[in-house]
């Protein structure tokens, strides 16, 4: 009588931690951010679905529509997000440009300061976007975007020659330095 009354005990514990396991709801995407020393807040609200490889880090996120949200800067999110999440950054990263005075550049990578100084990091190319990482903290709301901004690599030098003739039609002509001799 003691062994089975043992045995029953076994596995009705045993069958309440499976219970328990199995109806704990499986891990969000912001979960997966978190658990990488990122914050949830770099991807807006409304994630309809994602996938990840846990051994590569590779993950693609979807979105109901491309959308925009505003934290220091103006952040453009496409339909499906991209990249490679380790401990801390994001890399190889498509699908998420910011905007920068009036000139959208699309961002690579995002790292978090391993100084603990409260920052956070957007590589856009050439340029490195530092921001306070307490923006961050939680999803925002995202609006549905009006249109796709045209992006700007820096890192391609037509890019750069055709942002130096755009910057120009802003600001007017070429001016040529007169220098004064005495």
Request: aromatic share 10%; charged share 20%.
């Amino acid at each position: 009588m003691g062994t089975t009354s043992r045995d029953l005990f076994f596995v009705i514990i045993a069958s309440i931690l499976f219970l328990e396991l199995s109806s704990s709801p499986d891990p969000s995407f912001y979960d997966y951010l978190r658990e990488s020393n990122l914050p949830a807040g770099i991807v807006p609200k409304g994630v309809t679905n994602f996938s990840i490889d846990i051994k590569t880090g590779q993950f693609t996120v979807a979105l109901p529509v491309p959308c925009d949200a505003k934290f220091e800067n103006q952040f453009h999110f496409d339909y499906n997000i991209t990249g490679v999440l380790s401990d801390g950054r994001i890399g190889n990263l498509s699908g998420v440009t910011q905007k920068e005075l009036f000139l959208w550049f699309a961002v690579k990578g995002i790292h978090v300061d391993p100084e603990s100084s409260g920052l956070i990091h957007f590589d856009v190319g050439v340029a490195d976007k530092q921001l306070s990482l307490s923006l961050f903290e939680s999803p925002r709301d995202c609006t549905a975007a009006e249109s796709i901004p045209r992006t700007v690599d820096l890192s391609r030098t037509r890019d750069l020659q055709k942002q130096s003739e755009d910057i120009q039609s802003v600001l007017g002509p070429r001016r040529e330095r007169w220098i004064v001799s005495s």
